[in-house]
C-alpha cells in the first residue's frame, strides 16, 4: 500500500507498525504504565459533539490561523518528537520540510537528531526549538542563544519531564539504559529488512546533533546519548523559567501545562503562551486529558497569553472540537510521525493532507465557513451517549 493510500490517520499508523521493527514502533506509540493516558487523551474528543447548521453559504473554507503575529495556512502544527531519525533518517527535517510546504509550524525537539542550524536552513521561518533544559546550566543558555542567533521566532520549554516515566513497552522490549543488543532485538531488526538495510546504510545509531557540541570531543553516538542522559532529565523550577525568559528575546511557550494556576504564573512571568499538555500521555498515567481541563485554562488565562494544546488527536473533528473549546492552535505528534517514518517528507505531508482534508469537510458540514468563527456554542450541550466499549474504540480496534 502505498502512502498516498492512506484514508485517515490511522491507516499511517498500521503502515508505521508494519514498517518498523517492534521496539521502534512501540517507542512511538506508547504510554507510561496502564496506558491510560493515551486512552484518555483520545477519548476526552468523543465526549463533544458538533452541532451543524445549514443553508449557510460553505462553498469557500478558511482554515488560515494568526498566531504570534503570523498567518499559518492550517490550524495545528507539528509537536516536538525526539529521536525521529531512528524511525526514518533525516526524519527530523523531513518534518521540517513537510510543515514548511503545509505553511505550519514545526517544533525542533529538544532530543532531536538534527541540529538547531540545519532547522533553521531547511524552516527559516515555521521551525521553533523545545527546549529540554541540561543540568548543566550553561549548555541550556548556549541553546538557547543559537536559537536566537539561527533566527527561530519561537522557543518552548517542555516542562512535563521532572524525571522519565515508566513505558513499560520499552522496557519489555529491552529499549532501555544500558542498551544491548539482545537476539530478540536483532530478530526484530532482521523481520523488518527495509528499515534495517536504511539503519545500516546510515552507520546504526543517530547522534543527538545539538548535543554533540557539549559531549567530550570525537564522543560517538553512543557516547552522545550517554551524555545526553546524565543531562537530562533535570529538575527544572520557576526560577529556571525566569531565566530562561530572559535570555529568550522572542516568543517563549512552555508546554506541558495542566493547571490553571501554573498557566497563570507562566502568564505573570512573561510566557506568551502556553501548551496544554500531557506529552501525548507519556509522563502521568493518571493526569486528566488537556482537552478535559481546557476550560478551567481558558478561563484563568485565555485573555493573557495564546492558549495551544496537543495530546490525542486523531482527527479533523478533533481539531474542530479543541477550537471550539478555546485553543487557538494544535499540534499533533504521532500523527506526522507515523507518517514520517512510512515515507519520509511524503509521509509526513500526507497525514497534514489527511488533517486538513478532514477539517475542510467538517467545517462545510457544520456550516462554518471560518475556523475563526468557531467558539462553544457549536457544540451540543445535550449530554452524552453511551460509552463506547473501549475494544471498539478507535486505535484500541485489533489490528
Ligand atoms: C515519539 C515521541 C517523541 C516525543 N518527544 C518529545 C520531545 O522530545 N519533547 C517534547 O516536548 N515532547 C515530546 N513528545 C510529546 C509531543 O510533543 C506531544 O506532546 C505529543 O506527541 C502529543 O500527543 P499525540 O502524539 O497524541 O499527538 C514526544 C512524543 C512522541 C510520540
Not at 507498525?17 to 493515551?38: M, N, V
Request: proline share 6%; net charge positive.
Amino acid at each position: 500500500m502505498t502512502i498516498e493510500k492512506a484514508v485517515n490517520i490511522e491507516d499511517l499508523r498500521r503502515m508505521a507498525k508494519r514498517h518498523l521493527p517492534r521496539l521502534c514502533f512501540d517507542f512511538i506509540e506508547g504510554g507510561l504504565e496502564d496506558e491510560h493516558g493515551l486512552a484518555r487523551n483520545e477519548r476526552a474528543f468523543d465526549r463533544h459533539a458538533l452541532l451543524p447548521r445549514y443553508l449557510i453559504d460553505v462553498s469557500t473554507r478558511v482554515q488560515t490561523t494568526s498566531l504570534f503575529g503570523r498567518n499559518y495556512a492550517l490550524p495545528f502544527g507539528i509537536a516536538p518528537t525526539g529521536i525521529a531519525a531512528l524511525f526514518r533518517r533525516g526524519g527530523d527535517l523531513m518534518l521540517a520540510e513537510a510543515a514548511v510546504k503545509a505553511n505550519i509550524p514545526f517544533i525542533m525537539s529538544g532530543a532531536s537528531t538534527a541540529s538547531i542550524e540545519a532547522a533553521a536552513k531547511v524552516a527559516p521561518e515555521n521551525a521553533w526549538y523545545q527546549l529540554y533544559a541540561a543540568r548543566d546550566l550553561k549548555i541550556a543558555e548556549d541553546m538557547i542563544r543559537r536559537a536566537r542567533d539561527a533566527g527561530l521566532s519561537t522557543l518552548v520549554l517542555t516542562v512535563d519531564v521532572p524525571v522519565n516515566s515508566k513505558r513499560e513497552r520499552n522496557i519489555r522490549n529491552g529499549f532501555v539504559r544500558p542498551y544491548r543488543l539482545t537476539p530478540s532485538i536483532v530478530l526484530d531488526g532482521l523481520r523488518h529488512p527495509a528499515w534495517l538495510i536504511e539503519y545500516l546504510r546510515h552507520g546504526g545509531l543517530p547522534v543527538f546533533e545539538n548535543w554533540a557540541t557539549y559531549a567530550p570531543a570525537g564522543a560517538s553516538a553512543q557516547q552522545v546519548s550517554d551524555f545526553v542522559s546524565a543531562q537530562t532529565p533535570s529538575t527544572q523550577t520557576w526560577r529556571e523559567f525566569e531565566i530562561y525568559r530572559r535570555l529568550w528575546p522572542r516568543k517563549f511557550v512552555v508546554k506541558g501545562i495542566m493547571h490553571p494556576d501554573d498557566a497563570r504564573r507562566a502568564a505573570e512571568l512573561g510566557a506568551d503562551g502556553i501548551m496544554v499538555s500531557n506529552h501525548g500521555g507519556r509522563q502521568l498515567d493518571r493526569a486528566p486529558s488537556p482537552l478535559e481541563v481546557l476550560p478551567a485554562i481558558n478561563a484563568a488565562v485565555g485573555d493573557k497569553l495564546t492558549v495551544m494544546l496537543d495530546s490525542g488527536i486523531r482527527r479533523g473533528s478533533d481539531i474542530v472540537i479543541a477550537r471550539c473549546l478555546g485553543a487557538k492552535f494544535l499540534f499533533v505528534g504521532r500523527a506526522t510521525l507515523y507518517g514520517t517514518a512510512v515515507a519520509g517528507t511524503r509521509g509526513a505531508t500526507r497525514a497534514i493532507d489527511i488533517l486538513r482534508d478532514e477539517v475542510d469537510r467538517v467545517l462545510a458540514q457544520m456550516g462554518c465557513p471560518d475556523i475563526n468563527q468557531l467558539g462553544p456554542e457549536w457544540l451540543w450541550r445535550g449530554g452524552e451517549p453511551a460509552p463506547i466499549p473501549p475494544q471498539q474504540h478507535r486505535q484500541f480496534a485489533a489490528d
